[in-house]
């Protein structure tokens, strides 16, 4: 039996997929680590990175009226750019800066015809302006589409990993058309070790999968083992960092173990820290309740020899017992950034905050 307090993140060579001989030990691996740690490297990825990781300082180096003018707040979808200090998690502000950048979508919500609110959370990006930043968006949209693709190739692998056929998940996704997946692009600015230090406060993710591009050589990024403790994930180059969300947590009765992490500001003079992660979603209207997978009892066998996971600091997203996913979603969104939901979801916006936006927005 693993040890439940795990002190190391797996790495997994994604090219032992591609030969029949080397890719059932790669399930193996996978299997323990979705199972045992909720999160893994990612090595020999067929996704190319350097030209994106190359945009990101220009990309922040925009001026900044160039940078407030594509503002979240514009956005219904909850894309677009935010200041520092825009968003919070358990109440704290993160210290980061950040563009919100999805798959190309177009909104199916029309105004008026009573669609669910949540429909509305998927649309168009915002983009700088082409002359500022000359090929940005033609790469960054190749970049999420990649990335979109592995996510798909790598779910069938999860499947199989867990003993079931590598399309069992498909079910958990709409029509391609009605789909979107979200990424940003962060920077975690320098501290010197008397200033906030929280990146982004503990979480767990919402959806599916998440893909982490670390893009720069500095150490931040956490996750918290079965035994509440703290274990560095520091950038390894040419690696993808994957971790589970809450959604295929539950999907999974709980095999997929979606894993509290945080991410700590930089300190010193390493200049900031780059991040790109992408996130992938299930289908807005999916219900969780209404898709039950059946899994081998040798598997769930290894679930139960886990052993319980003490209480973490990450409590985000416990609906999905209850609501759609785009449902979910959009409460996390509203919750982390209630100006966008002011302006937007004013409905929405009064029932978690119904006495206005509180000093400490309890948030993710």
């Known amino acids: 039996m693993a040890s439940a307090n795990f002190s190391s993140v797996p790495t997994l060579d994604y090219s032992q997929t591609l030969s029949p001989a080397s890719k059932p030990q790669f399930i193996k691996e996978l299997q323990h680590a979705l199972i045992n740690v909720g999160f893994l ?51 704290r502000t993160d210290w980061r800066e950040q563009f919100d950048i999805a798959t190309p979508h177009v909104c199916r919500a029309v105004e008026g015809r009573g669609d669910p609110d949540y429909w509305s959370l998927w649309g168009p990006s915002q983009w700088p302006d082409e002359e500022l930043l000359p090929g940005f968006k033609t790469v960054m949209e190749r970049y999420l589409l990649d990335v979109q693709k592995l996510s798909y190739e790598f779910i069938g692998f999860l499947a199989e990993a867990f003993g079931l056929p ?43 999968l998440t893909f982490l591009l670390q893009a720069s050589d500095h150490k931040g990024l956490q996750v918290q083992n079965l035994a509440g403790d703290w274990i560095d994930v520091p950038p390894i180059p040419g690696t993808f960092v994957v971790n589970i969300g809450r959604a295929l947590e539950f999907a999974t ?23 790109v992660p992408f996130f992938q979603n299930i289908g807005l209207d999916v219900k969780l309740t209404e898709h039950v997978l059946e899994f081998p009892p040798e598997v769930l066998k290894l679930r139960d020899a886990r052993g319980t996971l003490n209480a973490t600091d990450s409590v985000n997203f416990t609906e999905f017992d209850r609501e759609p996913s785009g449902r979910v979603n959009l409460i996390g969104r509203v919750k982390s950034h209630p100006d966008v939901a002011e302006r937007h979801y004013p409905e929405l916006f009064k029932q978690v905050f119904p006495n206005g936006v509180p000093s400490q927005v309890s948030a993710y």
């Not at 922040?60 to 677009?80: C, R, T, V, Y």
């Not at 600015?189 to 919402?206: I, L, M, R």
């Not at 010193?268 to 991040?275: D, H, N, Q, V």
């Open 41 to 91: 490297y990612l090595s020999n990825v067929p996704v190319k990175t350097d030209e994106l990781v190359a945009y990101i300082p220009r990309l922040f180096a925009l001026p900044q009226e160039a940078k407030d003018k594509i503002s979240m707040a514009n956005s219904k979808h909850f894309l677009g750019y935010n200041k520092l200090g825009a968003e919070f998690t358990k109440g």
């Open 166 to 208: 590598a399309t069992a998940l498909a079910q958990f996704y709409d029509r391609d058309e009605f789909m979107q997946h979200r990424g940003k692009i962060v920077q975690y600015p320098q501290t010197d070790g008397t200033t906030e230090s929280q990146g982004v406060g503990p979480h767990y993710d919402a959806g599916f």
């Open 253 to 275: 009765q709980g095999l997929a173990r979606a894993t509290s992490h945080r991410v700590l500001s930089p300190s010193g003079g390493t200049g900031p820290r780059y991040s």
